[in-house]
C-alpha cells in the first residue's frame, strides 16, 4: 500500500487491534470456527513435522496457541503490543514475546514450526520478518503462512465490478485499514525458494466453510480461487 502508515500510528492501531478484529472477522466473537480453524491448520502442518517448538507470530487472540499446546507442541507466541502481550501470557499461562521482532533476543534454529495466520500482509518491513523466521528455525523446521490471495478470482471478480460501478464498498477487499502488503501465492512462493532457500510444500485455499465446528476442505481448494491462501514450506 502507498503511502505507508506512520509507526506511531501502527503502534497505536495494534495496541487496540483485538477489539477491531472480532468486530471486522468473519466469525465476530464466535471462537468455536476460531479454534476448528488452526486446529485444521495444525493438522496440515503434522503431516510434515512432528510436534515439537512452536512459534505463533502475531498470536492475537491466542486460539492458534491453545490449539497447538493442546496437539502436543511446546508452544511460544509473540505480539507487538508489550501490554496486550503480558495479558495474553498470563491467560494462556503461555511464554509470549515482545518488541521489535526481528530484533527479538532468541536462539536461532531453535522453532520447528513457526506460524503465521494473517500476519505477513500487516509488518512494514515482510522481508526482514522472513529473514528472521529463517533464522529461527530449525534446518527442515516448517513454515506456516496465511495471507490474502490478491489474484484470486473472487478479488478480480470484485475488482471487474467495481469498475463498472456494480459494488457498494469499493476496493473494500483491500483492507487498506490495516493491510500494507499484498501477495500473489505464485509469486510469494518463488521468493520464499529463490530468497529464503524454502521449499513450499503445499498450497490451497484458506477460506473454507466451517460446518458443526469442523473445517470443510474440498479438491477445488488447490486452485486458489477465494480470497485467501494458505502456504507450508519446509526450511532447506
Not at 117 to 125: F, L, Q, T, Y
Amino acid at each position: 500500500m502507498n503511502p505507508q502508515y506512520s509507526d506511531r500510528y501502527l503502534s497505536d492501531f495494534y495496541a487496540q487491534y483485538q477489539i477491531k478484529d472480532f468486530k471486522h472477522h468473519r466469525y465476530g466473537d464466535d471462537k468455536t470456527p476460531r479454534f476448528a480453524k488452526h486446529d485444521d491448520n495444525l493438522r496440515l502442518i503434522e503431516n510434515f513435522v512432528r510436534p515439537g517448538k512452536f512459534l505463533s507470530v502475531g498470536s492475537g487472540n491466542g486460539i492458534d496457541m491453545e490449539v497447538a499446546s493442546g496437539r502436543g507442541w511446546a508452544v511460544e507466541g509473540y505480539e507487538v503490543d508489550e501490554e496486550f502481550t503480558k495479558i495474553l501470557s498470563e491467560s494462556l499461562k503461555l511464554p509470549m514475546h515482545t518488541g521489535n521482532f526481528v530484533t527479538l533476543d532468541l536462539k536461532n534454529k531453535t522453532y520447528d514450526c513457526v506460524y503465521l495466520n494473517h500476519v505477513i500482509e500487516h509488518p512494514k518491513n515482510p522481508g526482514q520478518y522472513l529473514e528472521k523466521i529463517t533464522a529461527l528455525l530449525k534446518n527442515g523446521g516448517i513454515l506456516y503462512l496465511a495471507t490474502p490471495n490478491i489474484h484470486s478470482f473472487s478479488i478480480r471478480l470484485k475488482k471487474l465490478l467495481d469498475f463498472f460501478g456494480l459494488r457498494k464498498k469499493k476496493a473494500s477487499y483491500y483492507d487498506t485499514w490495516q493491510h500494507l502488503t499484498y501477495y500473489n501465492p505464485r509469486y510469494f512462493s518463488r521468493v520464499l525458494e529463490k530468497k529464503f532457500g524454502f521449499e513450499v510444500l503445499h498450497l490451497s485455499n484458506d477460506v473454507k466453510s466451517i460446518t458443526n465446528g469442523k473445517v470443510q476442505n474440498t479438491v477445488l481448494d488447490k486452485w486458489l480461487f477465494k480470497s485467501g491462501f494458505r502456504l507450508v514450506a519446509r526450511k532447506g
